[in-house]
């Protein structure tokens, strides 16, 4: 059986303590590359077989998966952060279901969640913002016509793009041509939750200068909106004691 883990956004403490007891009883692991923390490797019983997927072809993961079955051993399939968000999990599912393999999968905490977290930051502020829009710029991989980095920021929401450290000139670009004033509070997180995490504050207009000042080009989110902003929100209509909920009779 293969079961898909989701290895967290870095330090080894935030993986699932499912994903923990299946990486400690697997007999094979393919980890995603340099996106795991090696840490998470040292679960490995003795005797397991370890593959780094970064060197590897989707033809080569099969074929390693197919290879443990048949030695009657359990795979898991380390993925960065959570697989459903940019995992290529997909088409790894129906291919497992094609060889009749069966498979589960393993949420893991996403790296927008330990960006978050490391700022301190709500992304659905009342009054601000009720929507996380999760993407990334069109680059090598192209990405649909109409979700476009400036189509998107059109909707001024709290937003995290990934995948896009490398081309902050024209992310900041597209936010701005898409409606973010240059003034919009904005952050960069350079490997949310690891040792070596890296928070930079800046504004949708010094994006670029921002992260080449601070020397970070890849694996590092993009936030932007006013959700990074201070103050400015409404206070939560759940904990109002003015407002009545299924559970307590609001007052006046």
């Not at 033809?59 to 697989?83: F, N, W």
């Not at 996380?132 to 920021?153: C, H």
């Not at 004033?181 to 504004?203: G, M, Q």
Request: with cysteine; aromatic share 6%.
């Amino acid at each position: 059986m293969v079961h898909f883990v989701g290895a967290g956004p870095g330090a080894p403490d935030l993986l699932t303590l499912r994903g923990a007891a299946l990486l400690e009883r697997a007999g094979c692991i393919i980890y995603a590359g340099s996106l795991v923390n090696p840490a998470l490797l040292a679960r490995a019983k003795d005797g397991c077989v370890l593959y780094n997927s970064a060197e590897m072809t989707l033809e080569e993961v099969l074929a390693a998966i197919q290879k443990a079955e048949t030695a009657g051993a359990d795979t898991v399939r380390l993925h960065t952060g959570d697989p459903c968000v940019y995992g290529a999990v997909k088409e790894q599912m129906d291919a497992l279901d094609a060889l009749g393999i069966p498979w589960d999968d393993t949420p893991g905490v996403s790296s927008f969640c330990g960006a978050a977290a490391a700022l301190g930051a709500e992304y659905t502020l009342p009054g601000v913002s009720q929507s996380v829009i999760i993407t990334r710029l069109a680059g090598r991989t192209p990405v649909p016509e109409r979700e476009r980095l400036a189509a998107l920021a059109a909707h001024r929401a709290s937003m995290v793009i990934f995948l896009s450290a490398g081309m902050l000139d024209r992310v900041e670009a597209e936010l701005l041509a898409g409606g973010y004033p240059p003034e919009t509070p904005a952050a960069l997180v350079y490997k949310a939750t690891w040792p070596e995490e890296k928070l930079v504050r800046c504004t949708v207009g010094t994006l670029a200068a921002s992260g080449e000042a601070a020397g970070i080009r890849s694996t590092a989110l993009v936030l932007a909106g006013d959700f990074l902003g201070e103050g400015g929100y409404e206070r939560s209509k759940l904990y109002d004691p003015a407002f009545t909920t299924g559970y307590r009779e609001g007052r006046a």
